[in-house]
C-alpha cells in the first residue's frame, strides 16, 4: 500500500528506486571486464577447495581456504558473509555462523564470493566431504544441476527475468516428484524457498528492475537450490541434504557466457577434482595446547 501511495505522486522514492536501478542493470565493457576479476577468484577458489575438503575438517577452515585464494589472487574482500554449511546447516538460507569444528563425512554448501574493486561475485558449490556422493546426495545434487541446465539457455536478450524461475520451479517439482519427496507439484516450495536468479555487481544483490525483459550485457546469477531438513515430511534417507548451484552469467543476445565456470559443476566432474590434493593439505603447523 505504502508503494502504491509513493508511486501515485509526481515525485517519489518508488520511482528514484526504478530509474537508479535501470542505470546499473546493465554492464559497460569495462565492468564486464571487471567484474571476471572477482568471479574467476572466486570460482578458482571453490575448485581448491574441492581438493582440500576432507572428512574431519571444520566449517571455519573452509572457508579459510577459499579466502586465502581470495587474497592470494588479489580481492580486496569477500563480497557477503561467507556461507559454510555441512550437512543440517546446509539447510539452513544464510547460514552465516561456519561454526561447525567437524563437518564429520557430511556434504557442505558453500557460498562464497569476492569482491575486486567494489565489484562481487556470487558462487556457490556443495560438495561431499568424502569425494563422493552417497546415492541420495547424487539426486538430489544432479536434480538441482539439471534445473541449473534448463535455465541457461533462457538467459538471453528477450527473455522475461520471471521464465527464469518458472523453468527451475517446474524442473524441481518434477524432480522432487519423481524421488516421491513431495507428492504434488505445488509442495515444491517447502524445498526451493527462493528464487533463482538477482542482478550482480556493486552489490551482491545489485539494483535493478526484475518486471521486464532480460537485456544484453545484465549480469545475473543462475542459483536453484533444494533443502530437505530434518523432520521433513519425506523419508529420513533425505533429510539434512542442502545443495545449492550458483553461476554467475553475461546475458547476451541470443545466449549467455557463463562467467564462474572454473569451478566444475557435474557431480561426476566434482567427484573427479575431489581426487586431487591441495597444496593446503600439506601444510603443517605447530600444535597448540
Not at 12 to 21: A, E, F, V
Not at 91 to 106: A, F, G, K, P, W
Not at 254 to 269: G, I, V
Amino acid at each position: 500500500r505504502l508503494r502504491n501511495k509513493l508511486a501515485s505522486q509526481q515525485w517519489n522514492t518508488h520511482l528514484y528506486t526504478r530509474l537508479i536501478g535501470s542505470l546499473r542493470e546493465i554492464k559497460t565493457p569495462e565492468e564486464i571486464a571487471l567484474m571476471l576479476k572477482p568471479v574467476s577468484i572466486s570460482a578458482i577458489a571453490h575448485a581448491e577447495v574441492m581438493k582440500a575438503i576432507q572428512p574431519g575438517m571444520s566449517e571455519a577452515e573452509l572457508q579459510g581456504v577459499q579466502e586465502y585464494v581470495h587474497k592470494k589472487l588479489g580481492a580486496e574482500y569477500v563480497g557477503y558473509p561467507s556461507i559454510v554449511g555441512a550437512g543440517a546447516n546446509s539447510c539452513i538460507l544464510h547460514y552465516e555462523e561456519n561454526t561447525r569444528v567437524n563437518i564429520n563425512r557430511d556434504m557442505v554448501l558453500m557460498d562464497i564470493g569476492a569482491e575486486y574493486h567494489g565489484y562481487s561475485a556470487d558462487v556457490t558449490r556443495t560438495v561431499p566431504s568424502t569425494g563422493k556422493f552417497t546415492p541420495q546426495q547424487r539426486a538430489i545434487y544432479d536434480l538441482v544441476y539439471r534445473a541449473q541446465e534448463a535455465i541457461f539457455p533462457l538467459c538471453h536478450e528477450g527473455v522475461p527475468f520471471g521464465d527464469l524461475n518458472k523453468k527451475a520451479t517446474e524442473v524441481l517439482a518434477q524432480g522432487l516428484l519423481d524421488l516421491g519427496i513431495i507428492k504434488s507439484k505445488d509442495q515444491v516450495y517447502i524445498y526451493y524457498p527462493h528464487s533463482c536468479s538477482h542482478f550482480l555487481g556493486l552489490d551482491v544483490h545489485d539494483l535493478g528492475n526484475y518486471d521486464q525483459d532480460l537485456k544484453e550485457n545484465m549480469v545475473i546469477t543462475v542459483e536453484p537450490g533444494i533443502y530437505i531438513p530434518a523432520g521433513s515430511a519425506c523419508d529420513k534417507k533425505w533429510w539434512d541434504i542442502g545443495v545449492r548451484i550458483e553461476d554467475d552469467v553475461r546475458i547476451g543476445k541470443t545466449k549467455c557466457e557463463l562467467l564462474s565456470w572454473q569451478a566444475p559443476r557435474k557431480s561426476a566432474d566434482v567427484e573427479k577434482l575431489c581426487l586431487q590434493k591441495s597444496s593446503v593439505n600439506g601444510m603443517i603447523l605447530p600444535a597448540i595446547r
